[in-house]
């Protein structure tokens, strides 16, 4: 069955990095975009970056454009995302996310059928 699983949150000071993963397992990794959402207390989820089933293409958020970077790698099933300069504002779970249909990308949440458990990143000043 398809599985998502996050690893890499933690508690840090602002101005940190942090690098999260997301493993992948039971659909055809090499056909599918994976996203990067997160969720604080209180907020919608939102929309960090997404990648092209190839890699070669990367979407993001426009506010967080420069300061995250996400890549996959296809011989081993993984999508990371690199968090640099980290501020309180970036505290929320994280979650990675695989989309509903083959060869295609998006930014909405509703177009992503599977889900990680999330992982926690706190950033304190």
């Known amino acids: 069955q398809v599985q998502l699983e996050e690893a890499g949150g933690g508690s840090v000071q602002a101005g940190s990095s942090l690098r999260l993963s997301c493993a992948a397992s039971?659909?055809?990794?090499?056909?599918?975009?994976i996203a990067w959402f997160r969720q604080a207390p209180g907020k919608e989820r939102e929309f960090i970056a997404s990648?092209?089933?190839?890699?070669?293409?990367?979407y993001y958020a426009d506010s967080l454009k420069g300061r995250f970077t996400i890549s996959r790698d296809n011989a081993k099933n993984m999508v990371t995302l690199q968090m640099d300069t980290l501020g309180p504002e970036d505290t929320a779970n994280y979650y990675c996310?695989?989309?509903?249909?083959?060869?295609?990308?998006?930014?909405?949440?509703?177009?992503?059928?599977?889900w990680g458990q999330g992982t926690q990143v706190t950033v304190s000043s």
């Open positions: 996310a695989k989309v509903r249909e083959p060869f295609i990308n998006s930014r909405d949440p509703e177009q992503y059928d599977y």
């Open positions: 039971g659909f055809t990794f090499t056909s599918y975009s």
């Open positions: 990648i092209k089933w190839s890699g070669t293409i990367a």
